[in-house]
């Protein structure tokens, strides 16, 4: 019997662990989105999607915001971060519909992820979700 309770403590490390670095995530990020600096321009689709396939696979992005323009369009923003070490991961997503955040919340939170920052706002067409997830 000790030698299961055993196993079974060596086992939760790693969880802790993982929330441990998470949570760092986590308070440090609205500490970094302060800083309005650190955000790219405002840019139209098009432009954003070549600016956020550019970025090197050292950083990620904490923030996408978006805002209608005039008509029928809708400009982006982002500030990346450097990620942190270890086995750290994201999922990013922007522009995508009511149903597609939700399919995405529920897939990712099953994974362990966790939601840091979402932003919704009202298009013509729509709701327009973006949202970063990170697990580590």
Same mark, same amino acid.
């Given at each position: 019997?000790?030698?299961?309770? &055993?196993?079974?403590?060596?086992?939760?490390? %790693?969880? =802790?662990?993982?929330?441990?670095? +998470? /949570?760092?995530?986590? *308070?440090?990020?609205?500490?970094?989105?302060?800083?309005?600096?650190?955000?790219?321009?405002?840019?139209?689709?098009?432009?954003?999607?070549?600016?956020? &396939?550019?970025?090197?696979?050292?950083?990620? %992005?904490? =923030?996408?915001?978006?805002?209608? +323009? /005039?008509?029928?369009? *809708?400009?982006?923003?982002?500030?990346?971060?450097?990620?942190?070490?270890?086995?750290?991961?994201?999922?990013?997503?922007?522009?995508?519909?009511?149903?597609?955040?939700?399919?995405?919340?529920?897939?990712?939170?099953?994974?362990?992820?966790?939601?840091?920052?979402?932003?919704? *706002?009202?298009?013509?067409?729509?709701?327009?979700?973006?949202?970063?997830?990170?697990?580590?």
């Amino acid at each position: 019997m000790t030698g299961c309770a &055993a196993a079974s403590h060596v086992k939760r490390v %790693p969880s =802790v662990m993982r929330f441990i670095g +998470l /949570l760092i995530v986590i *308070v440090w990020a609205p500490h970094v989105l302060a800083d309005e600096a650190r955000f790219s321009e405002w840019m139209e689709a098009s432009e954003f999607e070549v600016f956020y &396939a550019s970025k090197p696979d050292t950083v990620y %992005p904490v =923030v996408i915001e978006a805002k209608p +323009l /005039l008509g029928d369009g *809708v400009a982006f923003r982002v500030m990346f971060i450097e990620k942190p070490s270890g086995k750290f991961r994201f999922e990013s997503v922007y522009g995508i519909s009511d149903r597609d955040f939700e399919n995405m919340q529920a897939k990712l939170t099953g994974k362990r992820f966790v939601l840091i920052h979402h932003q919704k *706002v009202m298009l013509i067409g729509g709701f327009s979700h973006q949202a970063t997830w990170v697990a580590q």
